[in-house]
């Protein structure tokens, strides 16, 4: 793409920029409310973890590693600060509504705290970012198989 072509879009590379992580973000949503569509309210935490891993083996642009890379470029750039900080509490609240909605339907303990689970969701698809980039970080730890496992845990389900 030309620059001039490029500007006639985005007032700016850093506006674009945004623009892919908020087009990320949209991709990656989608594909979790089709498979909470598909598995239901009950069965939230399993779907979004399903969602997830099938987003991820399919190659697409993945809004985790956008995140990493806006974090870099946040420095002293307080509109990247302000976009990701937004889309960061925007991708929580809606894991932690995914979360209400099993508990609701009797897929996930009441006693768990929703918002605690939901920050823990973004924090494992950063470390799971993290060990895509480098390998394991801890020798004998699998994250993918963390990940996997991790519903189980929530749900009380084995």
């Not at 307080?78 to 976009?83: A, H, N, P």
């Not at 509504?97 to 939901?118: F, I, M, Y």
């Amino acid at each position: 793409m030309s620059e001039p072509i490029l500007y006639r879009h985005f007032a700016s590379k850093r506006d674009l920029y945004l623009a892919c992580l908020g087009a990320a973000w949209d991709s990656f949503r989608s594909a979790l409310d089709a498979k909470l569509d598909e598995l239901g309210d009950r069965e939230a935490v399993l779907a979004i973890g399903q969602a997830s891993r099938e987003f991820h083996a399919a190659g697409g642009v993945k809004p985790v590693t956008l995140w990493i890379q806006a974090l870099n470029e946040a420095g002293d750039d307080t509109r990247i600060q302000d976009f990701l900080r937004g889309q960061l509490r925007e991708v929580h609240a809606y894991i932690a509504a995914a979360v209400r909605r099993a508990q609701a339907a009797g897929g996930v303990p009441a006693d768990r705290d929703a918002e605690a689970e939901a920050w823990i969701f973004v924090g494992t698809a950063l470390l799971l970012s993290f060990a895509d980039r480098l390998g394991c970080l801890i020798a004998p730890v699998d994250f993918g198989a963390l990940a996997h496992k991790r519903p189980r845990s929530l749900t009380g389900s084995g």
